[in-house]
């Protein structure tokens, strides 16, 4: 005959591991629902590397996903006539992850939880990052460059925001230093009108 303690015993554990096979399956639930927002909002196309696909192509570097722009990987260099001689408004490297334009040349950053990446971001940084597209989600941090459309953030909720910042964080961390941010060059002075 079972105790009243083995009775208690039994349930708490049945109770307990319930909880945790729940938490483990919403957990789950929201590496997946991040991952179909990170791929849907297109963060592959600027984040993660790319190598030469079928007929050339280029195709994501499974291997490096959402590492950045890779630090020794040639980057796009310009000036403000280049780009009109060109007739553009920026131009990119061969792996979409540097771009150059008036405000200078950006580098996609790792989101890989790395600590050359995101690993030392909490949750909260990588919300208040797009919420106020400052880096870092610092209030007096530099402010997030193109092409990136952190503004697009803003529509998701916490929930979603916190459901990709599961999948980023449920990645393989990258080591790869994201060269920063350079600074557009001067524009000509305008010749004397006298």
Not at 105 to 132: C, H, Q, V, Y
């Amino acid at each position: 005959m079972v105790g009243v303690k083995q009775l208690v015993f039994f349930l708490a554990t049945a109770f307990l591991l319930y909880g945790c096979a729940k938490q483990q399956s919403e957990n789950q639930d929201s590496v997946e629902r991040g991952k179909y927002l990170v791929t849907f909002g297109g963060c592959h196309d600027c984040h993660t590397p790319k190598v030469p696909g079928p007929g050339g192509a280029p195709a994501l570097d499974t291997s490096k996903l959402l590492a950045g722009h890779l630090k020794d990987s040639p980057f796009p260099s310009w000036s403000p006539e280049d780009l009109a001689k060109r007739n553009v408004m920026a131009t990119t490297n061969d792996s979409a992850t540097a771009w150059a334009g008036p405000w200078g040349i950006s580098f996609a950053i790792n989101l890989t939880p790395d600590k050359s990446g995101i690993g030392e971001w909490s949750e909260e940084m990588f919300i208040r990052m797009a919420r106020t597209g400052k880096h870092q989600g610092q209030p007096n941090g530099r402010d997030i460059l193109p092409p990136m459309p952190w503004f697009n953030m803003k529509v998701l909720t916490d929930a979603d925001l916190k459901a990709m910042w599961a999948y980023l964080r449920s990645l393989p961390p990258v080591p790869n230093e994201i060269p920063l941010p350079i600074s557009p060059p001067q524009a000509p002075s305008p010749p004397n009108s006298k």
